[in-house]
């Protein structure tokens, strides 16, 4: 208790702090200038630092924005001291500016958090599970007439190596959770640190309070008498159909396999249909909206389209409040909010408050048809905040070349592609057309024939008396920091032929020529960003989703169109999948890749429980037979794939191997049941599907809330994979035993 009182509280697990923006003016430098001047060198000096990931980069018109991505192993206690090497490394280049449960979470640093919680919940009915198996011990042997501490030493020899090995295999089933590296480790790894957490307390209080209790209690009944509300309720007629059932199921085996196998099969089978979405989306009383308008774009026309978006948004019932930040990514109010569009006049995103979660679902598909009618000018997203990692947006891919031309015109193509499925609203891409942009085109060799070279003329174009006209200038501090730029108003500026009239002065001398006796003046397009990964230029493709729709499904969609070369590729350039779908599948990687190694660990501990391969195999029949009833829930509930059934499905894995080694552990315990006389095993069955049914039950009882009452996409796909396999899981094993 003392632990739930001074353990931290926040909404959200902290995801460690991996990803930096490092941010550079170049006044009046194109995005090619940029690239080749600040991004890339930038990129040079990082890249030398083992502890960064991936390298990203924005080149503008007159900025340059590096993103920067830490290794996954990179934890909490030392980015600082990486990022302070970072930092270095660009000093030298450029200048920039449950009671045991809680008190273990608190040993680990962590707080008490939706995955932290959600862990506790799914650790429910393996709590359970150990507390109920030691009890029915405990009491069976008081009531066959041993004293209290006889029943309870024998109750430990009797199950402790049992308990113990079905809580090592949930922990080792836990433990690819508990290893995964980088942001997804960070927001699914208190779920793992929780439960393992539970198992041991739960093992370590099974074997010690919870006997003692139990032989006080059984004590107290051989004085007192049964009471249903203490025993339990029992029924003659159940249980003597259950044993006739049972007996069938003794003389035909091969039968019994058969009818028990059919629903997890079925589930198993069923599974290839199932839709995926690893992270499913929050359950929040806010939106977020995205708007871009058209590059170029001023930003007092950016602010004057902004107030008309309030206007029809605040036409919906329900909206409380409407934020915005123009020219820059709001400052985030969810965990995995990217900060990615700063000193973009074209862009904009605002926060929608609304009553609750539910109105935010609602509103979220009619507003967005409704913005995107009515603001043809301007590309408007509406979504609901997602879980999991931090990515730009649901669909993603990234085209790789050398030329920023052919980037362009594959992104065009691949977003042509993409606006033919039936459920992307809109897409984006890194790599545009190009903007406006006026060119001097002097003649070298005039220009040395006045004394002037080319860098003498862009120094003058940008010097102060220009800047005064354009750019403004700077005429003071704030608070010692913050400058503060002067320019004339619009109306008060000159036609932009006038720049052709600037005089050019000859250094040295009093002496000065037109800008026109060097050349003439040319507009010209130029592209308006330039955007770089790993030191490779990068069109980044994204697209935006109607509410619902599974993104891994319409980039499965793409990618077989791209896979049939409809995009027909340059040499030296390639398509990668990025978005929701590149975080699964890594995620998914990632999970697998420690099963061969801790499958290996739970054969060799349930081996060397019972000293048989065969009930090793049999036992894990049994836990892969707990998966497809699992995936049987899901397709019945009509939920996706996604991570919280993947929990669950540990969970239950436990669980059915918990039971499964009580079960044989009491039946290989019985003389007479180990040589297979059917009387004794039904026996053995009988006094354990006790304690399966009483877990089964009490676990469907504490998931029910979450699947009838907390609507929203998070819990009820575990709620339904978890108490509808337990349900079934618990005949299996009833009849399997």
Known sequence: MSALHTLPRIEDPRITTRNATIITPYPGAPAKRVEALVSKKIEDRLRELSEVKHIESTSRNGISVVAVELQDWVTAKDNGQVFSKVRDRLDDALPLSAGATLFGLGAFGEQIHQMSIFGMIVAIGLLIDNAIVTTDNVVARRRAG????????????????????????????????????????????????????????????????????????????????????????????????YRGLLRQALRRPVTTLVLTAVLPLTG??????????????????????????????????????????????????????????????????????LREQDNNPDYARGIIKVADAAMAKSLEDGLQGRLTEGFRDAQVVVRAFGQGPPISAPIGFRIIGPETDQLRRLGERLRALLHRHPDVITTRASILGGEPKLWLAADEHAARLAGLTLGDIAAQFQAAQFQAALDGRIGGRVLEDL???????????????????????????????????????????????????????VNHIHGFLQQGTLPIEVTRAVQSRLDAGILNLPAGYRVEVAGDSAEQQQAIRQLLAYVPVLATLMIGVLVLSFGSFALAGLIAIVAVFSVGLGLLSLWVGGYPLGFNPIIGSADLVGVAINGSIVVLAAIRGNPLARLGEPAAIIDETVAGTRHILSTTLTTVAGFMPLLLFSGGDFWPPLAVVIAGRRMGAGCALSNGG
């Open 268 to 337: 198993l089978l069923l599974a290839g249909g199932l839709g995926m979405q690893f992270f499913p989306p929050a359950d929040r009383d806010q939106l977020e909206v995205q708007v871009w308008m058209p590059s170029g774009t001023a930003i007092q026309h950016t602010a004057r389209r902004l107030h008309e978006i309030e206007a029809a948004i605040r036409g919906h019932t329900g909206v409380e409040t409407v934020t915005w930040v123009a020219r820059a990514s709001s400052p985030p109010v969810y965990y995995n909010q």
């Open 483 to 537: 400058p503060v730029r002067i320019r004339y108003a619009p109306e008060q500026r000159g036609p932009l032929d006038q720049t052709s009239t600037l005089r050019l002065h000859t250094p040295g001398s009093d002496t000065w020529i037109p800008a026109t006796a060097l050349g003439g003046m040319e507009l010209r397009p130029e592209p308006a960003s330039i955007t770089r990964r790993n030191g490779e230029r």
């Open 146 to 241: 041993a004293s209290a501490t006889e029943a309870v030493s024998g109750a430990i020899q009797h199950l402790f190596s049992s308990l113990f090995a079905s809580t090592f295999t949930t922990v080792l089933g836990f433990l690819p959770i508990f290893l995964l590296p980088g942001n997804v480790g960070d927001f699914v790894g208190p779920i793992a640190i929780a439960v393992v957490l539970a198992l041991i307390a739960s093992f370590a209080l099974a074997m010690s309070v919870i006997p003692a209790l139990a032989g006080l209690l059984a004590e107290t009944e051989r004085r007192t008498g049964r009471r249903w509300w203490r025993d339990g309720v029992q029924n003659q007629a159940l249980t003597q159909g």
